[in-house]
């Protein structure tokens, strides 16, 4: 029979007892612990495959930019090739369309290495120059036992990075005759002073060379610019006669070449005009970089002949320049010039260093020549007098691709697409103010060619060479090597545009201020005469406007350097 325990005792001790506490509380606990645990193992394997995701989609930024002309398949290779056999790419599906294994995002753009901007917007997609692209990669995590209580998350990572290929190149004329007088009297008029250099000193100027950095250096030192980057200097303003000063510091330069710019040193003390250096001299990247320091494989360099003539130009300060060339051009009898130079469009530089896209350009010139013939025939002893106006339209050079190959960083090719300026002449009489004003075209009317005492002879005549799409030119490795000048030329170029102009002159004989039918004899030696002068006409122009770093209906463009950068994370 039941009854209560012999020793009441024994209940007690039993509830008070702690004996087995911790299997018990390890047996309520269990199965917290391993659900903390599992959590714990898919948090782990999350990280390492968020890691290793990262470090695959850093791989495969690096493939794209190196391949950035087809970044997204170079991408998605990169993935193929380690298991990520099912991607959708850019919103398409490849492969299985039943198993994808995540999504895959590439982006070109432009990346701009700009301390002043913030990380993540230095990249922007869709943007040109295209240097750089970004892959992003959003899958599912991988979870071993939370996905029974939670959706698995996503795994999203992303990165950027870039390539920095460069060319140095510079679009101007370099001067194939020289006259020394007609470049003594065009420049100086230009840089508002006297000189008095020789053929000879024009030679040695057109055949010397500088690195532009070297230049840049010794400019510094000519504007006292002690500290800094070469952007310092390119942000500064500095007279011809420091250009010069600098140039003729530079090692290694020809001792004929530096006693020329002795000369225009010494020429252009008094001149106080100032160019801003960034108006035609362009760095690109290499602007960044600390004075003295040296930019790597690139050597940029700059023609010092082209050099000055820039400067000269744009020193002129927009201002029309009036030149007498009297009697210096053999076969007329006198010849008298007005130049008008505009800005290039956007401040473009005539010398670049910079990516695919760059672009230089010349500035505008407007020409107003007067030449006076002496008659023949039934003209002898009468003066002609044949009023010129050329207009010559910017001519545009731009940066359209750079060849890498071989493991090298310097370029085994360069494409540039370059565009002539447009030109337009006429034979006839404009209003010398109108020349500067460069945001309207200037009226031209008839001009009196022959003026005799009861007889006049008029004329208008125009002329166009035009080229609507530019060309492009490639240079290889031995071009670039060899600073190749290739030019090219509008399509209906002709070489002599003043018998252009003689084909479509109109003329118009006054007897007594009546307007009658022209006299065979009187119009035929006056096309004589214009006929015999125009080789001589044609020389003058090409020399004079040549002399301006610009020719007729054609563009001159070299390649200096050019080098292939690395494709390197740079987010």
Known sequence: MGGPPKNPHVATRFLRSSAGNLATLTALLTPAMLLLAAFAVDEGSLYLEQRDAQGLTDLAAITAAAHIDDAGKAASRAFFDNGYRALTVNGQEQDNPDSQTGRLTVEQGHYSADASVTVGERFVAGATPTNAVRVRLSKIGTTWFGHALLPSPEISVSAVAGTSSEAAFSIGSRLASLDGGIENALLGALLGTHLSLSAMDYNALLSANVDALDFTNALATQLHITAGTYDTVLQSKASVGQIAAALASVKGLDTNAKAALDRIVAATASVDATIPMGDFLDLGPLAQLALGDPAGDLHPTLGVMQLLTAGAALASGGHQVAV??????????????????????????????????????????????????????????????????LEIAYAEAKLSAIECSGGTSLASGVTIDAKPGVVEAWIGNISPGDMQDFSRSIDVGPATLVKLPLVSISGLAHAAMTNNDPTSVHYDAADINNQAIKTVSTRDFTSSLFSSLLGDLQLKVNVAGLGIGVPPGLTGALKSVLQTASPTIDDLLNTLLEALGVKLGQADVQVTGAVCGRSVLVQ
Do not use: C, M, N
């Open 324 to 389: 007498d060339l009297g009697t210096t051009v053999r076969g007329l009898l006198r010849t008298t010039l007005l130049i008008a130079i505009g800005e290039p469009p956007q401040h473009s530089p005539w010398f670049t260093v910079g990516e695919t896209g760059a672009i230089v350009r010349t500035a505008q010139t407007r020409l107003s020549l007067a030449v006076e013939l002496g008659g023949a025939g039934a003209l002898l002893g009468t003066d002609i007098k044949v009023p010129l106006y």
